[in-house]
Each structure stands twice: as C-alpha cells, then as structure tokens.
C-alpha cells in the first residue's frame, strides 16, 4: 500500500489563548470578559470594601455566608431572605467553589443556606472567588469534585456568564436568572 | 392517479408550504448554529480526542446498562429519592399522576425535556386538570401557540420574533403591543415568573444521571431548570434509560461537546450538575415573608422516572443500538442541508427530528413513524463528522429504510421487473427500485445513445416517469454517452510510460463511465503525464445507487461483484484510484458494514480520490510542470462533495489547485441537494432546487473564471440550476 497522503489537518485549530500560553488566572479573567462577567482582582483585606461599594447604590442586596476568614458580606446583604426579599433582590453575592480558566465558568454549591436561590433570582450575580480555587480546565474542576457528588450528594451548578436565552428571535440576556454577573477574584497574595 | 403519485403530491406541498412558512426562520437559526459549531470546535484542541472518550463512554454505559439502572436506583434511594423505571409511556404517566396527585399539585413546571414530549405527560396531566407549565421560552411559546417542537434543542426555531410578538400580542393583549426580543423576552420572564412561584412539583428532564452519584446534569441557559428544580419542594426527573453514564468524572466530555456542537456554544450558561433531593432551601411563595428555611431540604421529595419505552429492545438491535448513543445535541440537524431549508415539521416523526430521528423514532414509536421522514435523509454524511458520539447516522437511516422497503407488501410491476434486476423484496416502491437499478439504465442508455437519448425517448414518457416512478419532469436527465470510457480506453493506443512510478486501476464509476466521461479521460490523462501505469478494465457499480434507496442487499451483491473484479488488481499491489466520491465514500465507508472486514479493508485501504492521488504524486516528486495552469484569469470557485469533506479530502483538491496557482475560493454548502436521486425524486424536487440555488448564488458570488465541483449530483445541480457550467477539478489540470 502506498502511504496515505496526508494535509496537516490541525492548521485550523486555534490555540492562542491555551493552556501553554498564558497562566489559568490571566485566562480565566480574559475568558470571563469574553462570556460577559466582569472581574475584579483584590486582596484579601479589600473583598469585604468592594462588595460594599458593588452594593453602594444597590437598593436591596441578598446573600448567602461567604466562607473565608476576614471576607464578609456587606452590612446592607440579608441571609437567610424570604421568597418576597429573593424576588425583590438587586443583587446577590454568593461564594464560587472555584473558576474554571478554560470557560470563563464558576462553579457554585447548592447549600443548605441558599446559595442556588440567592445567585439566581437576583438580576445581578456577585460571585466571591479565591485565586486558589481557579483551574486549568473542566476536566479538573468535576475531577475535584467527584467525591463531593458521591460522598455528601453535592450539587453544583457551572455557570457561564449571565442566563440567556434566543428563544424569542434573538439573543437576550436575563431570562429567567441575572442579567449581569461579577466575579471578585482575590487572594493573590496567598499563592 | 396512483396512490403513490398522490402521496408524491401531498409530500410536496406540505414541504412547500413549510419552506414557505418556517424555512426562513429555520434556515437562519440552524445555519448560524452549524456555523458557531464549525468556530467552537476550532478552538478546541483536544476536539477528536473528546469525542472518542464520549464515545467510549457511551458504549460502556449501554453495554453495562441493566447493572448500572441498579446501581443507580441504590445511590438514589440510599439518597431518599425514588426511582422508578417505566416501561412504557403510559407506565410513566400512571406513576407521573400518582406523584402529582399525592402532592396534592394543582400546578407542575417544567423544564424542556424531549423525553416528556416522547411520553406526552403534559396531555396526561392536563386530562387530571393539572396545570402544566412549560418554562422553557421557547417550550411556552410553543405551548401557547399550541404547536410541536421543531428541533431538539431549539424548539420553537420555526418562528420569528415577528411571528411570536403577534401570537403574544394577540393572546395576552398587553397595554403596550410587544415587538423587540428584549421585550418579549421580559414579558416571558415576568409571566412564567409567576407562574413558577405557585407551583408545587418541578418537572425535569435528564442530560445525564450518573450511576455513582445519583447526579443528574441539564444543560441551560435561561436558568429556567435551576428555579424547576429549586423552588418547589418536589422534584420529578423524566429520563430515558440511556441517559446514565457509570461515574460523576464521566461527564467531563459531555460537559464540553455538548453546546459547541448543539448550538456552537462553548458551554451555555448554565449546566446544573444536581444531586437531589437537593440540598438548597425549598424557595415556598406560599410563605413569601418567611426565611428560607436551611432544614426544609429535608422534605424534598424527589422521583426518578427512567423510560424503557423500546430502549431495551433498542439495545438488542444491532441496527438501532448506536442510536442509545445520542446526546441530543441537535448537530445531526445543524449541519444537513435538508433540515436547514424545512426544518423538523417535515424532518421529524411524532417526537424526534433531524437524522438522528429515525433511529429514535424507529424504537420509540415505530417503524411508521420513521417512515414519514426517513427518505430526508440523502446520505450526504455531513452529520458523520459533526456527532460528539460519532454515531453513523446515515447508516442508521439506510438500516430503517431497507427495513421499511421490506415491511411493505409488494409485487414486482411488469413495467419494471426487466429493468430492476435487484436482490431485494418486492415490497420496495416502484421509484426506489428504479434509482436503485441505475446501473441498467446507464448500460441501456450508453447502448441507445446517441441515436436516441433512451430515458428521455423510447422509454416511458416524462409523464409516465413521473406518474409511476415520481421522477420529476422539471429536472433533466442524464445525457448518457454513447462511447463509455471503459470502451474510449479499450480502443485507444498504449500510452503507458515506459517506467512507471505507480500501477493504478482507475474505477469507471457508473456517471464517469456512461455521462461524464471527459472528466475520466482527463483523469487517464494526468495520470499518465505523471508517469502512471493506468488501466480501466470493466468493473461493476459501487453500490450507492441501491444503498440509498434503502436496498442492501442489493448494494451488498454490488458490493461483492466490485471485491471480486478489484481482487486481482489488488495483489498486483495497484491503486484503486474514483473520481466519483460517492462511491469513494462506499469503499470506505459502508464496505465496511457490506463485506467480511479483511476484504473492506483491502478495499478501502487502497483506494484514493482522483485529486487525493494527483495531491500525493506530486508530494512524491512528480512534475507538476505537465499539468494545466492558470492561462489568465487564475479565480476557482469549488465546491467539494459532500461525503469527499467528510472523507477529509476536499483539502488535497485546495491544495493541488493552490500548487498550480489558482486562486480558490471554497462554497460553505453542506450539501447540493440534488444527492444522488434525491433531487430527482418529483416529492423532493422543490427542496432540491431550494438548497441547490444557494450554492448556486454563492458559487456565482464568487465571480470566479471557472466552477469546480467533484461529484455527479453537485455537478448536474449547479450546471442545470446556476449560470455557470462546473466541470471536475481534474479536468482543469489535465494537460491539454
């Protein structure tokens, strides 16, 4: 047999934003502009500061505990809100189990103090997330997770910017979830 | 009027009137997604290797599927939830009920589940005066419209903004009339808002559920199926037996193929990977100034309804199994030319639509369901490449269409038996059997031309033609050639070279043989130039023509006759080389499926396409000095055959005419419409001519010297429906 002629067929393949190119960081903030998230890279002692003046104007703000030592929610935030404060919310601030640098995407725990409610009634998202806590790719972000799922019967949402939807002819954003997200990246300094 | 000639007729207008009606609409929408999968997948480097681990996946899952329904049902009860797996779709309604009644439920959302719409339990619920509330946009709209989905994934893409802000204005008659998508978008939001705030049970479907875990991932991108889930205390999953996969890592692939081939999304917004019962508070708008209650996830209540519904038996079937497979992504739909320009209402059965359709509806719903759409399918492969799963999907179509042509009680007509001399049953329709015996009508025709121009003279008149066989009198025939090229060959002087670098057979294709002999003179021709030992013996036809009328058995005696002439050449270590790349396609493709695998492989190993061979001569150091350069004007507009770009070889024609210093412009066509007999076909004329017109507009905005098109069908389409008049690339390299 004579040897197939072969064309490179990976001419086409775009790698310019891979892995090799940049670190997850840098590429999760610019994939995350890319799906329409804005983030905003702080330290540690300044999260609690920004999510107050992210809520400056915002007539009522909802969220869900944050995690981390020194890093609260602002003073105006209710926990634990009713359906009618979750309905009425502006904004929600929740915590991210962690970035996922390939998509631009944050993976959020549905928890008993209502982290799933509170990102997703609100028409803006305010997701709270550690440098630590961003990976490379998908494969890693469900890999870590793995034992969660089977061992305490997690729940997680990847989510990728605001809901949308082009159901109605076009692209819309802010179908049934929010219309905008914002992702506070901090802890740089702990790396 | 024959039956079969008025079923012909109302196939036609029904498929008129939807091109007139949701093809712009379709066309616009699945274009744009086929496109945003071509950009999405470009950025993927590990593309190929995904597809395979799905793959791989797939088969595991519905190999172990028994043993892991079990080993779901325990990690799911271990939970507190309940799983239980219907046989039928009444079982599952019956149980469906049983929830809802015990709930208590005056009102159930939903999140968009095709399997629900496979088991039709809104009807069963709304027969129990339960509200039933779609909260997908695109499933409300649907449902106040009071019409079927379209598609899998984007249900209600036959209709316009214009035409959902008349049906809007028209039901709700809002104090301000609604027109933009933003508006119809909030109102939607707003209306369904409500309506979700009361419900009590939330109904959703499954992308998959994993075995391990209990985790079920659904993929959105309103946030719809969150709140579904979320807001009332008691979760219904509805999910055929298919859709388990053994762990929670196995979702890894999914997760990233599925909206870059579906709607050419990287990802959508949200995928939700639950566990249920779930853990986050019940959200209850009965107490709307009450706090959400950390404890009241304890009295989540969660069922998990698993259709059998034919799947079981589907995994028996070693025809239908590979359709198990299916992610539902709705590339199969995207990328075929047939679905972009008529959309799911004619490209669909009672629940499913696009290729993938006939497996599903062959298993769910049976053989007649698939048999209204089944001939939609041409065979043109473009779905081969875009499935994340790798599912022959054209197979699976021929498979059902053989299986239908047998179902069907027959006597074989007089008018054709001398004329059909096929293997298969006499229940195949007298206009299948007819394509699917092309090769004596080639053979009588070459033997009356030019004398007479046989199928279009002295055989039946047009309007028999039409009448009985439904061969479209509007389309032309082909000019069969009185000197065929095996014949030219056989009478012409020696021009072998004295030292030849390679012995190749040139395969005298049934067209290239009998109707477009040129291009395999100018085949012989270059080949010869670039020191090639050719020769054309006789040989018999490929297969296709009975293939695609569903014949196998037909195609698999072509098949056979085709190994046995090519066995000789084949130990003299010669080359098979095909200008024509459907059949290319056949040798190796389908072979595969027709033939004991040592003789498919030999076959299809040695076998190239005429510009894939021309391309590795000269990469082996042939001169390309003998061959046709550009005289002036060097401008090319080509477009490929559709199953020689799933093959991966439109790129060796690119680069051979690139080489020679032409400048080619390349369609982005899947498909010419005409396929083989399909445009023929007087039911498909009018979506032939359609889907052909927009290559033919974009090959003239091209404003080339000269068309290129590489199969029979793209060239008879383009030649008879556009100004231009294509001929093969090889013929505009073939010294002069």
Redesign the interface.
């Known amino acids: 047999?004579?040897p197939?002629?072969e064309?490179d067929?990976s001419e086409?393949?775009?790698?310019s934003d891979?892995a090799s190119q940049t670190s997850p960081i840098e590429r999760f903030c610019t994939r995350s502009q890319t799906v329409g998230v804005d983030v905003t890279r702080v330290s540690r002692a300044d999260v609690s500061s920004t999510l107050a003046d992210l809520c400056d104007r915002e007539p009522s703000v909802v969220g869900a505990p944050l995690p981390w030592t020194d890093v609260s929610l602002p003073d105006s935030a209710t926990t634990?809100?009713?359906?009618?404060e979750?309905?009425a919310a502006s904004t929600g601030i929740t915590a991210a189990v962690s970035g996922i640098a390939d998509?631009g995407?944050i993976l959020l725990r549905?928890?008993?103090?209502?982290?799933?409610?509170v990102s997703?009634f609100p028409d803006r998202h305010v997701a709270v997330l550690h440098e630590a806590d961003v990976v490379p790719d998908?494969?890693t972000a469900?890999?870590e997770?793995?034992e969660a799922?089977?061992e305490e019967?997690?729940?997680?949402?990847?989510?990728?910017?605001?809901?949308?939807?082009?159901?109605?002819?076009?692209?819309?954003t802010?179908?049934?979830?929010?219309k905008e997200v914002h992702v506070v990246l901090f802890g740089g300094e702990d790396r | 009027m024959s039956s079969e000639s008025g079923s012909r007729q109302q196939k036609a207008a029904r498929i008129r009137e939807l091109m007139a009606t949701e093809g712009d609409a379709v066309q616009a929408?699945t274009e744009s997604f086929n496109q945003g999968r071509y950009e999405s997948v470009?950025?993927?480097?590990e593309y190929e290797e995904l597809k395979d681990e799905a793959r791989a996946i797939k088969e595991e899952a519905i190999e172990r599927l028994p043993e892991l329904i079990e080993e779901l049902r325990e990690t799911v009860e271990a939970?507190g939830g309940h799983v239980y797996v219907a046989e039928d779709a009444a079982d599952a309604n019956r149980y469906i009920e049983e929830v809802v009644a015990d709930r208590d439920a005056e009102r159930v959302i939903k999140s968009k589940s095709m399997t629900s719409e496979e088991i039709e339990v809104n009807e069963a619920l709304e027969a129990r005066d339960v509200d039933v509330v779609e909260?997908?946009?695109?499933e409300w709209?649907l449902q106040v419209a009071d019409e079927a989905p379209s598609h899998l994934v984007?249900p209600?893409i036959h209709?316009?903004?214009?035409g959902?802000a008349e049906l809007f204005n028209e039901v709700f008659e809002p104090e301000e009339p609604l027109s933009s998508?933003?508006e119809?978008?909030?109102f939607?939001?707003d209306k369904?808002?409500e309506l979700i705030?009361d419900a009590e049970v939330g109904m959703t479907g499954a992308n998959f559920i994993?075995a391990?875990?209990?985790?079920m991932m659904l993929v959105t991108?309103?946030?719809?199926a969150?709140?579904t889930a979320?807001v009332p205390d008691t979760h219904v999953a509805v999910a055929g037996v298919e859709k388990i996969v053994p762990?929670?890592?196995d979702?890894?692939p999914f997760?990233?193929l599925i909206g870059r081939s579906g709607?050419g999304q990287?990802?959508?917004?949200?995928?939700?990977?639950?566990?249920?019962p779930?853990?986050?508070?019940v959200?209850?708008?009965d107490?709307?100034?009450?706090?959400?209650d950390?404890?009241s996830?304890d009295d989540r209540e969660f069922h998990l309804v698993l259709i059998d519904n034919g799947r079981m038996a589907m995994r028996e079937d070693p025809e239908l199994k590979e359709t198990l497979y299916c992610i539902r992504c709705s590339a199969c739909a995207n990328t075929c030319a047939n679905f972009q320009h008529v959309g799911g209402h004619a490209f669909g059965g009672e629940t499913y639509t696009g290729g993938i359709a006939t497996g599903w509806e062959a298993g769910v719903h049976g053989q007649d369901s698939a048999a209204e759409f089944n001939d939609l399918c041409t065979g043109c492969s473009r779905c081969v490449d875009a499935c994340p799963v790798k599912i022959d999907i054209p197979w699976i179509n021929v498979a059902v269409r053989d299986r239908i042509n047998r179902g069907k009680d027959g006597e074989l007509d007089w008018l054709v038996e001398g004329l059909t001399p096929d293997e298969d049953p006499g229940g195949v329709d007298l206009q299948k059997r007819l394509f699917g015996n092309f090769e004596t009508l080639a053979k009588l025709g070459s033997a009356t031309a030019p004398v007479s121009n046989w199928m279009a003279d002295i055989g039946p008149s047009r309007a028999v033609m039409e009448r009985v066989f439904g061969v479209d009198r509007r389309r032309n025939l082909p000019e069969f050639q009185r000197e065929t090229l095996v014949d030219w060959f056989e009478t012409r002087p020696d021009r072998s070279p004295a030292d030849p670098t390679?012995q190749v057979v040139l395969y005298p294709d049934l067209y290239t043989n009998h109707v477009l002999v040129d291009r395999g003179k100018a085949a012989v021709r270059t080949l010869e130039a670039l020191g090639v030992d050719v020769r054309v013996p006789s040989m018999p036809s490929s297969g296709r023509a009975p293939l695609s009328q569903g014949m196998i058995a037909t195609a698999r005696s072509k098949a056979e006759a085709v190994a046995d002439a090519a066995a000789p050449h084949l130990l003299e270590d010669r080359?098979i080389v095909v200008i024509e790349p459907s059949d290319l396609a056949m040798f190796q493709g389908e072979y595969e499926r027709l033939l004991p695998e040592k003789t498919a492989t030999a076959i299809g190993?040695?076998s190239?396409e005429i510009l894939?061979?021309v391309?590795?001569l000269l990469?082996n150091g042939a001169d390309d000095g003998v061959l046709s350069r550009p005289a002036g004007d060097a401008s090319i507009a080509y477009h490929s055959h559709c199953q020689q770009r799933t093959l991966?070889l439109e790129?060796?024609t690119v680069?051979v005419l690139d080489r020679l210093g032409y400048q080619v412009t390349t369609s982005d066509a899947e498909c010419c419409g005409m396929a083989g007999s399909f445009g023929y076909k007087s039911e498909y004329y009018e979506l032939a001519v359609d889907i052909g017109d927009d290559l033919c507009r974009q090959l003239e905005a091209a404003d080339a010297s000269q068309v290129l098109t590489s199969g029979t069908s793209c060239t008879e389409q383009v030649g008879s429906l556009g100004e231009d008049d294509p001929i093969h690339p090889i013929e505009l390299i073939a010294p002069r």
Do not use: C
């Open positions: 047999m004579w197939r002629p064309i067929s086409g393949i775009d790698v891979s634990m809100p009713t359906p009618a979750l309905e998509y995407s549905s928890t008993a103090d209502g982290v799933e409610p997703l998908m494969a469900i890999g997770q793995g799922f089977r019967g997690a729940s997680m949402i990847v989510a990728t910017g605001p809901s949308a939807t082009a159901d109605m002819g076009e692209l819309v802010g179908a049934h979830g929010p | 929408n470009s950025r993927l480097a939970r909260t997908d946009l695109g709209v984007a209600a209709k316009s903004r214009e959902i998508a933003q119809l978008t909030m939607a939001r369904l808002g705030t994993t391990d875990s209990g985790t991108s309103e946030g719809n969150r709140k979320v762990s929670v890592e979702l890894d997760v990233e709607t990287d990802i959508t917004s949200y995928v939700s990977l639950l566990t249920p779930v853990e986050s508070p959200v209850d708008f107490r709307p100034d009450e706090p959400i950390p404890d996830a390679r080359d190993e040695n190239y894939e061979y391309f590795g990469e991966g790129a060796h680069a």
